[in-house]
């Protein structure tokens, strides 16, 4: 290895270590002892057990649990059901490039915007009620709770709208490096029915390459917040959201207690995806005998459009969310049951625009910052393993994986507590910090693949013809690299729009950006108003993707191997 | 000129060697054929004489360019230009940026270093394509543009990793013909990988086999 690349190595290495995993570690730490009692900030320095007991003495904790478990669990396995379905059911009828396009709003939107779009779209006054209305004969909206309700089943959906299409996206990237359709064309030969193929020969080779991404999408749902409180039965709501009041409760004793919850919220995670990985292991060993009896089975075929039938719901139900957004932050009247409203006004915009302005410019900031400082730091990183010509260790595909694992409540709040220690809490360079922790992880694995896929051959070409290292990157590499660098940094825009705890608990409530005063304004009054951030807050990391499509269709319009194709 | 390999050997990573330690010397504008089945590491040798060799691979002799040692730089300070069965022309270049790419730039000056990548152009029968886009161009003419980059550089030595073997059968021979011409014309040291005899008697030059570490001829 030459010197530069050593010297690169240990600079990434330095950073990734110090900048994403010491604040998490840190984060834990700060939490764990808060959990036991000790807290020096609040003159609490013995280990005890107190915590823990006060927590289970908190009205509903048991509820709230039963919530999470119910709602994280059964949105995560029922996505990843209808998602295989609809695979198996349209896979060789669609291109991976029209697949990709279709699920691009869904990928984009933040969550706190598509919930509040589907609160408007299921709530008893919103547009599914209207459309009933003139059937069931409704003069005034039903008295029926179909948002917040006690079941979590709002929320549920809103999860699935946005778990099918990644989990789509990630099948559909799995299923591109599997001969599938010669391996269907095998099983049928030997008389086995399309779905029972799709079980017993494709979704084995799948698992191994989604597992990551599944348990991804498990711990997401098990520690949700803005999507919680929009969706979320309130009283008691989910844990996590329990945990973010308890966290911002006027009475600081409360940190205690919401610390232990905490620690509970990471063990909670661990104990689901072990049980994921029992299921694995369980299933592959029934999996295994069901394949060597060697029945061809009842046909799966009704299972499969049952599964995509459900698919094209959700979607359909979360494009009528989207459109519901800019058409209530447009409506002035609009009585129940009108299905259009009778006035349209720009008076929202305006009136709130003060408002919206500086959130949007703390938004821009925001999102600016985190994906430039994660695209650089990515670009680094894989640019230090061409240098060192290896590829990546498993730990280290560890460490990109880790802050997407950890719930995020488990460490922010003692992320905090070290932040203020060394005093950089509140300010917008800790908000940036911490986004920075969930932006990175994508922005990675979006440009992992399309930069493994280069051509060594052609770097070699270039180092043949007297390029060094530096004129490699910035004359082969990264021109060629063009589009999937840009898709890499407008996924990077659309995960730092939507986050919402690492900009609550670290701008300690000063930095207001489109999703947490969405998340805020949800609760209230005037839809136009939430509906005006709702909008916004969807709307950049639209322009994101729009643009990482068309800039590199400008500038490559001219070159045929670069100019088609999605990636 | 030359390009002397000196009891070059290679491990990988797992110890094993690939072929029997191999000296060899190619004098300049001479064509040496190194022939061998696929996957006995051929293209590793070359990697390996270029300075690509990926992490993992030991590497024993030496390897020399005009008397001097040039086993331990980097693969762009070795000046030994690399050819592949792909053309891989920069997809984002036109033609002539392609060519412009490989040019030392010691060669001063827009009018001039434009004039020889027009003439080089000319003399592979591209001339007039130099804002073409490289996807544009047909498989022969991507074949002559690699090769005219690879040359621009300078080489002190020329790696062939079977150059030949994508080309369909008619264009393959007057490829040979090109190559081989232009090698010879520029006195460069050659040394050529291949499966193909044809190749290797189109070269003309000397043939090496390959043979495996316990001296068992592949």
Known sequence: MSHEGRVLRGVVLAVVVLGLIAPIALGLWQTGRAAFGILPALGRDTLSLEPWRDLAALPGLATSLRLTLVTGLGSTVLSLLLATGFCAAVHARMSNATGARLLTPFLAIPHAALAVGLAFVLAPSGWIARLLAPLAGWERPPDIATVNDSWGLALMVGLMVKEVPFLLLVILSALSQIPVARQMAAGRALGYGRGIVWIKIIMPQVWPLIRLPVWVVLAYALSVVDMAIILGPSNPPTLAVALTRWFSDPDPAMILPASAGAVLQVVLVALAVALLIGAEALGKRLGRWWLRRGGRGLSAEPGLWAASAAVVALMAVGMLAMVSLLVWSLAWRWSFPQIWPESFSLKPWAGAQRGWMRALGNTLVLAGATAVLSLALAIAWLEAEDRARRSRAAWAEALIYLPLLVPQIGFLYGLNVGFLQVGLSGGIWAVIWAQALFVFPYVMIALSDPWRALDPRMIRAAAALGAGPGRRLWAVKLPVLLRPILTASAIGVAVSVAQYLPTLFMGAGRVATLTTEAVTLSSGSDRRVTGVYATLQAALPFAAYLAAALVPAWVHRNRRALSGGVT | ?218
């Open chain 2, 1 to 218: 000129m030359s390009l002397d390999l000196d009891a070059l050997s290679i491990r990988a990573a797992n110890g094993l060697a690939l072929f029997a330690p191999l000296s060899l010397q190619v004098p300049a504008g001479a064509v040496v054929t190194v022939m061998g089945p696929s996957g006995v590491g051929k293209s590793t040798l070359l990697d390996a004489i270029g300075g690509h060799l990926a992490h993992g691979f030991q590497l024993s002799g030496a390897v020399r360019l005009n008397g001097r040692d040039v086993t331990h730089l980097p693969a762009e300070a070795r000046r030994i230009g690399l050819m592949f069965q792909d053309a891989l022309l920069f997809p984002h270049l036109s033609v002539g940026d392609n060519l412009a790419f490989g040019l030392p730039p010691g060669l001063r000056g827009r009018a001039r270093r434009r004039a020889a990548v027009e003439d080089a152009l000319a003399q592979a029968g591209l001339a007039g394509l130099h804002d073409r886009d490289p996807a544009t161009l047909s498989g022969g003419q991507r074949a002559r543009a690699a090769l005219m980059r690879t040359l621009l550089a300078d080489p002190a030595a020329l790696l062939l990793d079977e150059p030949f073997s994508k080309l369909d059968a008619g264009l393959r021979d007057e490829m040979r013909a090109f190559t081989f011409a232009h090698v010879t014309s520029r006195a460069v040291p050659t040394l050529m990988v291949t499966h193909d005899p044809e190749d290797a008697r189109a070269a003309g030059g000397p043939v090496v086999g390959l043979t495996s570490p316990e001296g068992r001829r592949l």
